[in-house]
Protein backbone atom coordinates (compact mmCIF):
# COMPACT_ATOMS: atom_id res chain seq x y z
CA UNK A 1 0.00 0.00 0.00
CA UNK A 2 1.54 3.45 -1.02
CA UNK A 3 1.02 5.97 1.96
CA UNK A 4 1.43 9.49 0.59
CA UNK A 5 1.54 12.25 2.92
CA UNK A 6 0.91 15.79 1.34
CA UNK A 7 2.59 18.40 4.12
CA UNK A 8 1.53 22.25 4.74
CA UNK A 9 3.82 23.96 7.31
CA UNK A 10 2.48 26.85 9.05
CA UNK A 11 2.32 28.59 12.09
CA UNK A 12 -0.03 26.45 14.73
CA UNK A 13 -2.36 29.48 15.53
CA UNK A 14 -4.30 28.62 11.95
CA UNK A 15 -5.15 25.62 13.34
CA UNK A 16 -7.05 26.30 16.14
CA UNK A 17 -8.64 29.25 14.63
CA UNK A 18 -10.20 32.76 15.90
CA UNK A 19 -10.14 32.13 19.53
CA UNK A 20 -6.12 32.69 19.40
CA UNK A 21 -6.23 36.50 18.02
CA UNK A 22 -6.28 35.12 13.87
CA UNK A 23 -9.01 37.26 12.41
CA UNK A 24 -11.92 35.61 10.88
CA UNK A 25 -10.69 36.52 7.11
CA UNK A 26 -7.10 34.79 7.57
CA UNK A 27 -8.96 31.45 9.14
CA UNK A 28 -11.28 31.57 6.15
CA UNK A 29 -8.02 31.82 3.81
CA UNK A 30 -6.57 28.96 5.22
CA UNK A 31 -9.90 26.83 5.58
CA UNK A 32 -9.82 27.47 1.62
CA UNK A 33 -6.51 26.62 0.81
CA UNK A 34 -6.36 23.12 3.09
CA UNK A 35 -10.01 22.49 1.29
CA UNK A 36 -8.84 23.17 -2.29
CA UNK A 37 -5.63 20.78 -1.75
CA UNK A 38 -8.20 17.92 -0.51
CA UNK A 39 -9.63 18.55 -3.73
CA UNK A 40 -6.83 18.84 -5.81
CA UNK A 41 -4.89 15.90 -4.51
CA UNK A 42 -7.47 13.46 -3.59
CA UNK A 43 -7.15 13.88 0.38
CA UNK A 44 -8.81 10.88 2.60
CA UNK A 45 -7.11 11.92 5.87
CA UNK A 46 -6.15 14.82 7.80
CA UNK A 47 -3.76 14.68 9.86
CA UNK A 48 -1.64 17.02 12.44
CA UNK A 49 0.90 18.46 14.98
CA UNK A 50 -1.52 18.81 17.62
CA UNK A 51 -3.01 16.99 20.35
CA UNK A 52 -5.95 17.81 22.67
CA UNK A 53 -3.76 19.36 25.01
CA UNK A 54 -2.39 21.72 22.46
CA UNK A 55 -6.20 23.12 21.42
CA UNK A 56 -5.59 25.08 24.06
CA UNK A 57 -9.16 27.27 25.05
CA UNK A 58 -10.43 26.15 21.32
CA UNK A 59 -10.44 22.79 22.86
CA UNK A 60 -13.98 23.81 24.46
CA UNK A 61 -15.31 24.15 20.55
CA UNK A 62 -14.51 20.61 19.94
CA UNK A 63 -11.84 20.71 17.62
CA UNK A 64 -9.47 22.25 15.29
CA UNK A 65 -9.86 23.35 11.79
CA UNK A 66 -8.82 20.25 10.58
CA UNK A 67 -11.32 18.26 12.35
CA UNK A 68 -14.03 20.28 11.47
CA UNK A 69 -12.62 19.55 7.67
CA UNK A 70 -12.11 15.96 8.29
CA UNK A 71 -15.88 15.70 9.81
CA UNK A 72 -17.70 18.00 7.50
CA UNK A 73 -15.98 15.62 4.16
CA UNK A 74 -16.41 12.37 6.00
CA UNK A 75 -12.42 11.98 5.95
CA UNK A 76 -10.09 10.44 8.64
CA UNK A 77 -8.66 12.63 11.09
CA UNK A 78 -6.01 12.19 13.56
CA UNK A 79 -4.57 14.67 16.33
CA UNK A 80 -0.58 12.76 16.12
CA UNK A 81 1.24 15.28 18.70
CA UNK A 82 1.65 13.41 22.25
CA UNK A 83 -0.51 15.07 24.77
CA UNK A 84 1.04 15.90 28.72
CA UNK A 85 0.25 12.50 29.97
CA UNK A 86 1.78 10.88 27.12
CA UNK A 87 4.94 12.89 26.86
CA UNK A 88 5.67 12.09 30.56
CA UNK A 89 4.92 7.96 30.20
CA UNK A 90 6.80 7.69 27.31
CA UNK A 91 9.73 10.41 28.19
CA UNK A 92 8.94 12.22 24.91
CA UNK A 93 11.42 15.29 25.45
CA UNK A 94 12.75 16.31 22.38
CA UNK A 95 11.58 17.14 19.16
CA UNK A 96 13.20 14.42 17.06
CA UNK A 97 11.03 12.23 19.87
CA UNK A 98 8.25 13.93 18.78
CA UNK A 99 8.50 13.23 15.28
CA UNK A 100 8.86 10.29 15.95
CA UNK A 101 5.75 9.46 17.77
CA UNK A 102 3.92 11.49 14.70
CA UNK A 103 5.49 8.96 12.38
CA UNK A 104 3.99 6.14 14.69
CA UNK A 105 0.47 7.65 14.13
CA UNK A 106 0.55 7.87 11.02
CA UNK A 107 1.60 4.03 10.21
CA UNK A 108 -1.70 3.34 12.05
CA UNK A 109 -3.53 5.85 10.15
CA UNK A 110 -6.28 4.45 7.83
CA UNK A 111 -6.42 8.26 5.93
CA UNK A 112 -4.11 7.97 3.01
CA UNK A 113 -3.19 9.81 0.82
CA UNK A 114 -2.97 12.27 4.07
CA UNK A 115 -2.40 15.73 4.26
CA UNK A 116 -0.31 16.74 7.09
CA UNK A 117 -0.09 19.75 8.67
CA UNK A 118 2.98 20.77 11.41
CA UNK A 119 4.74 23.73 12.12
CA UNK A 120 6.36 25.57 9.17
CA UNK A 121 9.90 24.50 11.39
CA UNK A 122 9.14 20.86 11.16
CA UNK A 123 8.43 19.87 7.24
CA UNK A 124 12.18 19.81 6.63
CA UNK A 125 13.01 16.93 9.36
CA UNK A 126 9.57 15.26 9.52
CA UNK A 127 9.51 15.02 5.45
CA UNK A 128 13.19 13.29 5.72
CA UNK A 129 12.23 11.31 8.54
CA UNK A 130 8.86 10.25 6.53
CA UNK A 131 10.88 9.47 3.24
CA UNK A 132 13.41 7.20 5.30
CA UNK A 133 10.43 5.41 6.75
CA UNK A 134 9.15 4.42 3.46
CA UNK A 135 6.20 6.82 3.16
CA UNK A 136 5.72 9.56 -0.35
CA UNK A 137 6.16 12.54 0.63
CA UNK A 138 5.17 15.83 -1.25
CA UNK A 139 5.58 19.29 0.48
CA UNK A 140 2.61 21.11 -0.63
CA UNK A 141 3.13 24.67 1.28
CA UNK A 142 6.58 25.00 3.09
CA UNK A 143 4.81 27.77 5.79
CA UNK A 144 1.51 29.05 4.54
CA UNK A 145 0.87 32.68 5.70
CA UNK A 146 -1.75 34.91 5.32
CA UNK A 147 -1.76 36.62 1.74
CA UNK A 148 2.00 35.02 1.38
CA UNK A 149 1.16 31.39 0.72
CA UNK A 150 1.90 29.51 -2.19
CA UNK A 151 -0.31 27.85 -4.17
CA UNK A 152 0.71 23.97 -4.93
Do not use: N
Amino acid sequence: MQRHVFLVGTDHRYQRGVAFGVPDSVFADFRAELQRLISEHAIRGLAEEMSHDGLGIHRSAGGSLAFFIARELGLSHRYCDPTRAEREQDSITTLEQRERHWLTELQSFPGFPCLFILGADHVSSFSSLLRDSGFTVSVLVPDWEPDLHFKA
